[in-house]
């Protein structure tokens, strides 16, 4: 089977840095890819990485290391606006579709 | 049309009742997900679509729920004689084949009274 863990919640501060891990237990599978999604809102992409290393899009980056079953979301310059829950997710070999983690609720306070 | 669309947004319905939920994916997205979301959960899946046929319907909870897509655009899901558990926000995605960039809708939330 498949499994995802993040922290439930994260807390920091404008201006900050913040790293949402992700650890999973899988067996195989593509890459590992990320979503945010405001409260009441559509869950939306913000990265994948299909190898490993480093992905940087912005004031975010992301990292997947295989052999370390891990991965993180890096979140640079934090604003308000990046309040939200990010999700992190697998598609394993030989599945059409992608297997979410519980996600990780970000609070960016002034 | 620009993005993931569905309806209604909120639906409300009584225990025991049939319930429709409707997606319109983004023009010429073969692939069609449904996930459904419990509050402060992550994304279950559900079913998805290559194009009108479902290759995987692995994530559907019981025979209750159905799913079907038609002219490989719009899908409808339907919950029949919704129970109280099946309250929950119910999320469409598409995407251009099969990849890991999936576009959401908005989503259904559905309340079972």
């Known amino acids: 089977g498949q499994s995802l863990e993040q922290p439930s919640e994260v807390t920091a501060v404008e201006g900050a840095i913040v790293q949402i891990n992700c650890t999973y237990q899988?067996?195989?599978?593509?890459?590992l890819s990320w979503y945010q999604q405001h409260d009441g809102g559509a869950p939306t992409f913000l990265s994948y990485n299909a190898l490993d290393g480093l992905e940087e899009t912005g004031r975010f980056s992301s990292f997947l290391s295989r052999s370390d079953s891990y991965g993180y979301l890096l979140l640079q310059e934090l604003q308000m606006k990046d309040s939200a829950s990010y999700f992190c997710?697998?598609?394993?070999?030989?599945?059409?579709?992608?297997?979410f983690g519980k996600g990780t609720m970000l609070l960016v306070s002034p | 049309g620009a993005g993931v669309s569905q309806s209604p947004s909120n639906k409300v319905t009584e225990k025991g009742k049939d319930v429709e939920l409707r997606c319109d994916p983004i023009s010429g997205h073969t692939a069609l997900y449904w996930y459904r979301q419990s509050l402060g959960q992550g994304l279950e899946f559900l079913i998805y679509f290559q194009g009108n046929s479902a290759p995987d319907k692995s994530g559907l909870p019981s025979d209750r729920f159905s799913a079907e897509r038609t002219g490989g655009s719009v899908s409808t899901l339907t919950i029949q004689r919704t129970q109280q558990e099946d309250s929950a926000v119910y999320l469409c995605?598409?995407?251009?084949?099969?990849?890991?960039?999936?576009?959401f809708g908005s989503g259904t939330q559905l309340s079972v009274l």
């Open positions: 997710a697998v598609r394993p070999w030989g599945y059409s579709t992608l297997t």
């Open positions: 899988t067996s195989g599978f593509y890459g």
């Open positions: 995605a598409s995407s251009a084949g099969q990849n890991e960039k999936l576009f």
